[in-house]
Every structure is written in structure tokens, then in C-alpha cells.
């Protein structure tokens, strides 16, 4: 898996990685499998900047999340891309820190 695009939601992100796992994905007892080669999927680290929707750029507040990034070593060799950003709605008490109505 590559990482996910770039703009979504927190839900759009999580619907992308549980996507992932539905389609490509076998529950086995010590982890996952490939569907297609039964191959063992390995992980490695996806970053994620976390940003605000209060900007149509990105922009936030240069917060970075790790999260494991799932990959079949046979059917796609490990992501090429392994960077991706959120876009969160602030919370309201941020936006009165802020100084904005909501």
C-alpha cells in the first residue's frame, strides 16, 4: 500500500487503511497475510502531518503522527511513498483561542 492521499479527513484516512485490509488483507494467528500470494505483510512507518481546514493550503500546527503502513513485500515491494497529510476541523475551544466565531 502506498501511502494514502493527501487532504483527507481522519475518517477518509481510517476508511483507506481498513480498505486496504478488507480487500488485500487474510487474519492469520501471528499477523496478516496476502490474499493474492499469501505472502506475510509487513509494515513500515507512514508520517502524517496533521493540518486545520481553517486554510485551503496546508497548513497546521507542524504536529507529525507515526502510524504503520502496510505493504505485501511480493505484490507491491515496499511504498515508495510514506508521507501523507490529514485535515482536521479545529475543536471549538481552539477556534475561541483563536479568536474566531464558529
Do not use: D
Amino acid at each position: 500500500m502506498e501511502a494514502p492521499r493527501e487532504r483527507l479527513t481522519l475518517q477518509g484516512f481510517n476508511a483507506e487503511i481498513t480498505n486496504y485490509f478488507a480487500e488485500h488483507c487474510e487474519k492469520t494467528e501471528s499477523g496478516y497475510k496476502c490474499k493474492k500470494c499469501e505472502a506475510v505483510i509487513q509494515q513500515t512507518t507512514l508520517w502524517v502531518s496533521i493540518h486545520t481546514t481553517l486554510f485551503e493550503e496546508c497548513a497546521g500546527y507542524g504536529e507529525v503522527k507515526r502510524f504503520p503502513l502496510p505493504y505485501c513485500p511480493r505484490c507491491e515491494g515496499e511504498p515508495k511513498k510514506i508521507s501523507t497529510c490529514v485535515h482536521l476541523a479545529p475543536s471549538e475551544a481552539e477556534l475561541q483561542l483563536l479568536g474566531i466565531n464558529s
